[in-house]
């Protein structure tokens, strides 16, 4: 697909740099009619799929605006806007609860996540110490598991703990994060990136007299402020949707997680699809903004590392 | 530390102290503050694979009942659960063998003496065994405290004096005691020899190896032990009720099939095919061998044979090939070679298409099922997935306008909600006449269709007219429309790691194309597929197994309606355990459910080893 004329815009691009114009323009008058009629192709199809990419989304904010009626009906696009929608689904349709119940959750377990991993990542890519490789290669074993595989006997587990511990674990926070505060995932993606920190730092933090934890805590992470954000985000994301545990350990509003609540939702409230649309756009919107605002860290973090969303 | 060293008596034995002791507390601080992490981890993660083993054996529902030994995978897969077991069994007396072999050759090379440790190994594995027993018996007392502490009032030394109660059980006692008396035995003589008989550098690795050798040896014998028993019981239960049935037969028919398939696939990467001639070839030979399976059964096929039947049209073809390869050997040894592997392929798949069926039609029909719209929908998302990523990549791999835009939002499906965004799709593939795909076909003149509740196979729906059997329809098209929001989610992600692929292939290469000659498509098919082939490889695994484990908007687009006809294998378990409440089952579903992404991971690995170029 790439022709004698593209084949030097390509190379302009691996050079990083805009595509000088003289260049295009040599090309152009080469093969004037061809190249139009192919990028004339080229814009269309991605347009296209710009439409299909989006008509999803656009439909569920449509839908959410709508009246009953509308909804159910043959309308593109609501007469007049419903904001009321989204104030019954956040107050009647408890929205605003779930909101918050993930809120603590993703709170929790990504502070979790970030102590746990942190200090994990550092002592695998930075200490030396008996059975270091075993313990990182048994860590790396639990990423081929299945999640299905965990399902039972972490209910089991789960159940177990919080009869004999002091708070239930099922329908409260601790099933619902504490599994979650340590990923197999995140101390590799952290340790690699240690692992690059270069060792004079450490020398010369140690001849300040500083041990592991403040080099860590003083020097390490200011500088790991990228490799962190990343996990933030993974862990933001994979907290917000999970859907097969929180069904499993959840059946009461009082710790139901957003995702699994649309869910509910969806299968109690099945003719309001106004408001399933509206609860849809709360519990997608905070991703989004996420999305827009960290687009960097997504499409780096994510393609380069083949994380499953 | 430094000042450990400062306070030693004598500068040198200091300075040896003084390491000593630094990398003991270097030791330590790792372990501190690997800690926290190793126990969620271990108790979420890893411990979870042993339970469920464990959970696996026992009739379990909700609470633990009876053992059943390896009933639960016999149920769900009928003969094929002996088969594995039986060959588990062979790769795990092959590895005893070959770590034999291997200590054999290294202490001829080394001129060591190894055999000794074989005792130490033997005593000390069979403490570790005891070590496990004893965790066995004393697992269901631990489990049970939550039991006794129900409506009870829970303090910390209650649960502290029941699990001392646990851990004085008599049994718990006796195992216990053995268990540690025949480790420190084995220990103890381990130090003995060193000290005293086979003293070497390296008696320490042949200790280790001589354990592992052992550890493998019982697992085998335990598991071949279970799975004799099994067939046993089954042959005494259809004894009782008066049946014959031929397990033996079966598995000896199935084992042949497998052999032979493992024989193909180690020939076939000694042939080169053109990769169209081979596509043509599987397909051509798949209908027919359909065709002639419907004749023969007059349309009763079940699920797990259409799963087989074209493995067994793979063993055909590659007959066909060893048999034509046959033809141009230039030795007769090798034309000898490739006619008994033509056979042998002829056999396997023969074996595979009219024995395999038979052997496990037994099987629980979800799973199969299950299996089979896994299958289907990798089939009907992968390869679209890959194409249209791959196209929409190479047209954003140009000077275009707004890139990063395009980008943007062709990686939005991936990264939403897959709850909210399913939602959407039900609303859009909902079976309502005033829907929105139902408006749009009634528009171009088409009836309603009911979308996400129709069970009906695709081509049955698409050849109204001919009367297709239920398993040769195709997915429901509750299912295919469940296919197209993969596609939807995908396509875009692959898009952007094609675009990442792409940026790395050499541009000179495309310049010395040029001069050479090469077209666009030339260009296409000679540089960048081949350079391209590990992105490709990377994607597929993912898309592949990520597939088999895919479970949120499968869950969130099924549909009571579509009669289970999109319940996939992770969808098939979840609901065993959630809404049948059969613990043990729901288990062992999903332990096969892990092996077969394993064997998948594998065949892909040694694929990527033939076929990916790595520049």
């Known amino acids: 697909m790439v022709s004698k004329g593209e084949s030097s815009t390509l190379m302009s691009r691996a050079q990083g740099a805009r595509v000088p114009p003289a260049r295009t323009q040599s090309a152009k008058a080469r093969n004037p009619r061809r190249l139009d009629v192919w990028m004339i192709f080229t814009y269309a199809v991605l347009v296209f799929g710009i439409t299909i990419a989006i008509l999803p989304f656009f439909w569920m904010v449509s839908t959410s605006l709508m009246t009953l009626g509308e909804a159910t009906g043959r309308t593109f696009v609501p007469s007049v806007l419903q904001w009321g929608n989204y104030t019954e689904a956040w107050v009647d349709g408890k929205f605003s609860e779930y909101f918050a119940n993930s809120v603590q959750i993703v709170l929790i377990t990504v502070s979790g996540q970030i102590v746990f991993c942190t200090l994990a990542a550092y002592a695998f890519a930075r200490i030396k110490f008996a059975g270091k490789d075993f313990l990182f290669s048994l860590l790396l074993t639990t990423l081929m598991l299945p999640e299905a595989v965990t399902w039972v006997p972490n209910f089991i587990t789960v159940t177990w703990l919080g009869r004999i511990g002091p708070i239930p674990w099922v329908n409260n926070w601790p099933a619902l994060t504490i599994p979650f505060m340590a990923s197999a995932f995140n101390i590799f993606l952290l340790r690699q990136f240690f692992a690059q920190i270069p060792d004079d730092l450490w020398d010369s933090a140690q001849i300040d007299g500083a041990g592991h934890l403040r080099y860590l805590v003083q020097i390490i992470l200011p500088i790991s402020r990228a490799a962190l954000t990343t996990v933030v985000i993974f862990g933001f994301i994979g907290s917000w949707n999970a859907l097969a545990w929180p069904m499993l350990v959840t059946n009461s509003d009082e710790w139901r997680p957003i995702s699994a609540a649309l869910m509910h939702f969806l299968d109690e409230a099945g003719s309001y699809v106004h408001l399933q649309m509206a609860g849809a756009v709360i519990t997608i919107a905070p991703i989004l903004v996420t999305y827009l605002f960290a687009q960097k860290q997504f499409t780096e973090g994510i393609a380069t590392s083949g994380l499953k969303g | ?615």
């Not at chain 2, 002996?82 to 063998?97: F, K, Q, S």
């Not at chain 2, 039991?147 to 029941?162: I, S």
């Open chain 2, 1 to 615: 530390m430094t000042q450990t060293t400062a306070q030693a008596p004598s500068p040198l034995a200091g300075l040896f102290a003084g390491r000593r002791w630094r990398s003991l507390r270097e030791s330590l601080i790792a372990y501190l503050f690997v800690f926290p992490a190793f126990l969620i981890i271990g108790t979420f993660g890893l411990f979870p694979l042993a339970f469920s083993v464990y959970v696996s054996l026992h009739r379990w529902r909700i609470i633990p009942g009876k053992y059943l030994g390896l009933d639960q995978y016999a149920k769900a897969l009928d003969g094929l659960a002996y088969v594995a077991g039986l060959w588990l069994v062979v790769l795990l007396v092959y590895g005893v063998v070959r770590s034999l072999l291997d200590a054999h050759h290294e202490s001829q090379e080394t001129g060591d003496h190894p055999w000794a440790w074989l005792v130490p190994a033997l005593v000390t594995s069979t403490g570790l065994f005891l070590f496990v027993r004893f965790l066995v018996v004393l697992f269901p007392e631990v489990l049970a405290i939550a039991e006794k502490v129900k409506g009870v009032q829970r303090t910390q030394e209650l649960f502290l004096t029941l699990l001392g109660e646990a851990w004085r059980v008599p049994q718990v006692v006796s195992s216990r005691t053995t268990a540690m008396l025949v480790l420190i035995a084995g220990l103890a003589l381990a130090y003995g020899f060193s000290r005293w008989v086979s003293a070497g550098p390296r008696s320490a690795t042949y200790y280790m190896r001589f354990i592992i050798v052992f550890i493998m040896l019982g697992c085998g014998i335990a598991l071949g032990w279970l799975t004799l028993t099994e067939i046993q019981s089954a042959y005494a239960a259809a004894a009782e009720e008066g049946e014959s049935i031929r397990l033996w037969s079966q598995i000896l028919a199935m084992s042949i099939g497998i052999i032979a398939l493992v024989v193909v696939w180690q020939l076939s990467s000694r042939m080169r095919f053109a990769g169209w001639t081979t596509t043509l070839l599987v397909l051509g030979g798949g209908a027919l061998a359909l065709g002639a399976k419907l004749l023969v059964d007059s349309g009763q096929v079940t699920a797990i044979e259409l799963l087989l039947i074209p493995a067994g049209v793979v063993a055909l073809f590659f007959s066909w090939r060893a048999w034509q390869t046959a033809r141009n050997a230039p030795t007769t040894r090798g034309l000898v070679a490739w006619v008994l592997a033509s056979i042998a392929m002829m056999l396997a798949a023969w074996l595979l298409i009219a024995e395999v069926p038979t052997g496990i039609q037994a099987g629980y029909d979800d799973w199969w099922e299950g299996l089979l719209h896994t299958v289907y929908y990798v089939l009907f998302t992968v390869p679209i997935e890959l194409v249209l990523g791959l196209f929409l990549a190479i047209l954003l791999f140009q000077n275009i306008k707004g890139k990063g835009f395009f980008r943007l939002i062709y990686f939005l499906p991936y990264v939403t909600n897959p709850v909210a965004a399913a939602s959407v799709f039900r609303v859009i593939f909902s079976s309502r006449v005033s829907a929105p795909i139902n408006s749009l076909l009634n528009l171009v003149g088409i009836d309603n269709l009911m979308w996400l509740d129709e069970p009906k196979g695709i081509f049955q729906m698409l050849f109204p007219a001919l009367d297709i059997p239920p398993a040769l329809a195709g997915p429901s098209l509750a299912l295919f429309v469940i296919c197209l929001y993969g596609i939807w989610t995908y396509a875009g992600y692959n898009t952007v790691v094609f675009l990442a692929g792409l940026g790395s292939i050499p541009t000179p290469l495309y310049e010395a194309a040029a001069i050479d000659g090469a077209g666009r498509w030339q260009q296409f098919r000679h540089v960048t597929l081949p350079l391209l082939s590990p992105t490709t490889y990377f994607l597929s695994l993912i898309a592949v197994i990520g597939t088999f484990k895919a479970f949120n908007h499968l869950w969130v687009l099924r549909s009571g309606a579509a009669l289970g006809t999109t319940d996939t294998a992770s969808i098939v378990i979840f609901n065993e355990f959630n809404r049948n409440t059969r613990y043990g089952y729901a288990s062992a579903l999903a332990l096969v459910l892990m092996g077969l992404i394993l064997v998948l991971t594998m065949i892909n690995s040694r694929i990527a080893e033939e076929k990916v170029f790595y520049g």
